[in-house]
């Protein structure tokens, strides 16, 4: 891994420098927008719609449109000049219970790596931050940019995870909010059997990107001209009409499912091969991948 971002995080006479890492990657088909007829790349020029004229890479520079049109033109020296507090600092503003950061502020997240010289103040930080299962609130700059954040202990690293700003969240606005839905005691107390008896515990490599699978069966089978993989028939799950009939034939699946699974396990214990796991199938949970073109 290639360090993104260096400096040092503060918390009251303590100061700890740091590398940061990209924490996570994305698994994802990336396309390029080509000529149909014979695979070309598309490329794109950057040229200018007040000249016409191509522009190189050095003459761009960032601007912000006013509301009365004026267009504001900012150079590198420009953002140089800001009174940025955090560069190259990662600033501790409070610890707080974990269960009190909602977890849709959160946006990226980054492994903090220690210098040689900030192993022990480090170590302290994460065994204490572990101890009183808190996170640390901090300030951090990066791409000229200042972000909200909190550090945490997973494992036996920091993490960094970087977080929308509160004005930055919509509220939603949907029409249903406004009505007066009424959920009959029945009906819940299925629902709540549903999930009991869907209840288990995460195990994040369980779970399979099933499109992202087939996605690269059909690229290999294009590329050697091979047979398209059929697509399977989409099943049929009808409209819920009856809520409660619904839940209770859900119920039932669930637990026919758990009772299937826990047959596999037995079976596959006595053969002394590997405990059996229930693949995470659609309807259950699954992630999805989307298509991505440049």
């Known amino acids: 891994m290639r360090a993104m971002w260096h400096g040092a995080v503060s918390f009251g006479l303590v100061t700890i420098a740091v590398r940061l890492f990209a924490a996570t990657e994305e698994h ?8 149909r007829e ?3 790349r598309i490329r794109y020029r950057r040229v200018c719609s007040a000249c016409g004229e191509e522009v190189a890479y050095q003459d761009i520079a960032k601007g912000y449109e006013m509301e009365d049109g004026r267009m504001v033109v900012l150079d590198r020296e420009d953002f140089e000049k800001l ?14 219970p974990t269960e009190e950061i909602d977890p849709i502020l959160f946006q990226k997240s980054y492994y903090l790596e220690p210098d040689k010289a900030a192993v022990r103040p480090y170590v302290l930080l994460r065994t204490a931050l572990e101890r009183a299962d808190r996170l640390a609130v901090v300030k951090i700059t990066m791409r000229q940019r200042e972000s909200l954040a909190v550090v945490r202990a997973r494992d036996d690293v920091l ?68 047979e398209l993989p059929a697509q399977p028939e989409a099943e049929d799950s009808g409209e819920v009409i009856d809520l409660m009939a619904a839940l209770e034939r859900s119920v039932a699946q669930a637990k026919a499912g758990r009772a299937e699974a826990k047959r596999g396990a037995d079976s596959s214990d006595a053969g002394g091969g590997k405990k059996a796991s229930a693949r995470k199938k659609s309807g259950a949970k699954k992630t999805g991948a989307k298509d991505k073109s440049a």
Do not use: C, N
């Not at 009174?83 to 190259?88: G, V, Y």
């Not at 509160?166 to 629902?191: H, W």
């Open 83 to 96: 009174p940025i507090s955090t560069d190259h600092a990662i600033e501790v503003l409070e610890f707080v």
């Open 38 to 40: 014979d695979g070309g």
């Open 28 to 35: 994802d088909f990336r396309f390029h927008q080509v000529h």
């Open 159 to 226: 993490v960094l995870h970087t977080m929308m700003w509160p004005d930055e969240i919509r509220t939603p606005e949907f029409g249903f909010l406004e009505g007066d839905v009424e959920v009959r005691p029945q009906e819940l107390r299925m629902a709540e059997s549903l999930i009991e008896s869907m209840a288990g515990t995460f195990v994040p490599e369980e779970f399979t990107d099933d499109y992202r699978d087939a996605l690269a069966k059909l690229v290999e089978a294009k590329a050697e001209g091979a």
